[in-house]
């Protein structure tokens, strides 16, 4: 089904404010529509005590954000987000007037939620999750060797294992649909064509690659892969006598 670039558009702003509540909003406070309602004295006192960090403790944290690197979170955010509303808005766009849509956006979005106010927030994170015990066993374990390999291998880590799981749990899915479109013809239209190539074929060596299938339907954004499917190789002829 294809759909119109301004419902794209509109899908993609819908999802985003969606998916990012507490971030897009730590910047700033949107006008309220019905007063609030006061909380409890003793509540106000807990929450009034809460929002004062130790200032060791804060400082704590702030070191283990820097060498673990959590505080790029707000900055590898905001780039991520302009990014995809730059591919977007540019559906809708023209070429002429999108630098100075993209310039007005990042500096109105910058100036909401820059990324200290994310970083100030997660240290207020870890402060009610950590003891101050917690937080300095952290920092002595990351500032071993075995920590900043760590540091430096888990986003990679995370990012295939994510692909892995999600790449299986896209492909059971679709196995599922398929099984489910004879009840309900009305999503067959949506699923990719089933490879019909013989099990077993092996395909020749100087043979051209065979073009992609319609990719799977998305049941959750994740980041591009460049990884492709290798061609299996050719059975090696047996030697002559």
Excluded: C, W
């Excluded at 400082?59 to 900055?75: F, N, Q, V, W, Y």
């Excluded at 509303?85 to 109105?108: C, N, W, Y």
């Excluded at 240290?123 to 920590?147: C, W």
């Excluded at 309900?184 to 949506?190: N, W």
């Amino acid at each position: 089904m294809k759909l119109r670039t301004g419902h794209l558009v509109f899908t993609f702003f819908a999802g985003l404010l969606a998916a990012l509540p507490v971030l897009a909003q730590s910047g700033g406070t949107a006008p309220a529509t019905t007063p609030p309602t006061a909380p409890p004295p003793a509540q106000a006192a807990a929450d009034a005590s809460a929002a004062k960090l130790d200032p060791a403790k804060e400082a704590a944290i702030r070191h283990l954000m820097d060498i673990t690197e959590t505080t790029k979170l707000g900055e590898n955010l905001q780039v991520y987000i302009t990014d995809r509303v730059h591919e977007v808005a540019g559906r809708a766009i023209p070429a002429d007037r999108l630098q100075k849509f993209m310039t007005t956006f990042s500096e109105k979005f910058n100036a909401r939620t820059p990324p200290s106010a994310v970083t100030d927030a997660v240290v207020r994170i870890y402060a009610k999750n950590f003891s101050m015990d917690d937080i300095q066993g952290l920092i002595q374990f990351y500032e071993t060797p075995l920590g900043k390999r760590v540091v430096k291998t888990l986003p990679e880590i995370s990012a295939e294992s994510q692909k892995v799981g999600l790449d299986m749990d896209q492909n059971a899915a679709l196995v599922v649909l398929r099984g489910m479109s004879e009840e309900y013809a009305e999503i067959k239209p949506m699923l990719p064509a089933e490879d019909t190539k013989p099990a077993g074929s092996t395909p020749a060596s100087n043979a051209a690659p065979a073009p992609p299938t319609a990719p799977a339907p998305k049941l959750a954004p994740a980041p591009k892969s460049s990884v492709t499917p290798g061609t299996p190789a050719s059975p090696k002829p047996a030697p002559q006598n």
